[in-house]
């Protein structure tokens, strides 16, 4: 398996997911170490696997994800998302592949104005995708935010075809797993903290499952994505 992470100015989490990466590829055969993409690199090597990591690409000018969603790697990373290519966007990445089209909705402002960063719990919502393959539906996590545009919006014709079509991959939630709206730390509708393209091979999320994918950071819930990933795309 590769994996490649692409870079932009005022990423600050392409390291994190190296890591997490190396770390879950680490003793299997047959796995290269994760590559790293500079933004302006259209043609980059073929890989099995593509992340676009938190930050603050571009500085967030414009809106958060909105420039880097027409630099010269991006044009690359949604021609072969199209071709089947596995797609992951963290945070700053998720924005990115909603400007690009790749997923449906949008991310706004939180509904409170204010940059949140804290532990979050939320609910697997399915296990069927090479994402959340390690875990079971219904699981709940506990796993970093750190956004100030996390607010996932969509109309509620999309909303309802995202429900029915099984394309809602995480939902904010009590550490119980109930689904509040006390548990919402932005305002997304219905809870949306991670979502799907409809073939399942494209995966946006704000929540961090690099940033506790070892126990040594004080928790491991994020592991088992990247686990499934290796596992999947081996």
Known sequence: MKAAIVVFPGSNCDRDVQVALRQSMRGAPGHDEPIM??????????????????????????RCGAMAAHS??????????????????????????????????????????????????????????PFTGRYQTGQRLRVP????DGNYVADEEELERL?????????????????????????AARNVAGVFNEAKTVLGLMPHPERLADSALGGADGRPLFDGLVEALS
């Not at 402002?109 to 939320?122: E, S």
């Not at 935010?145 to 100030?148: K, Q, S």
Request: hydrophobic share 40%; with cysteine; proline share 5%.
């Open 37 to 62: 993409v500079w933004h302006k690199d259209a043609d980059f090597e073929k890989v099995d696997l593509i992340v676009l990591p938190g930050g603050f690409s571009y500085g967030d000018y414009l």
């Open 145 to 148: 935010i750190a956004h100030h």
């Open 72 to 129: 010269p790697a991006m044009t690359e990373v949604v021609r072969r998302a199209k071709a089947g290519v596995p797609v992951l966007g963290i945070c700053n990445g998720f924005q990115m592949l909603t400007e690009t089209g790749l997923l449906p909705g949008a991310l706004l402002r939180n509904a409170g104005l204010k940059f949140v960063c804290r532990d979050v719990h939320i609910r697997v919502e399915t296990s069927q995708s």
């Open 163 to 187: 429900e029915a079509r099984g394309q809602i991959a995480f939902r904010y939630c009590e550490p119980d797993g109930a689904v509040t709206e006390a548990a919402n730390p932005n305002g």
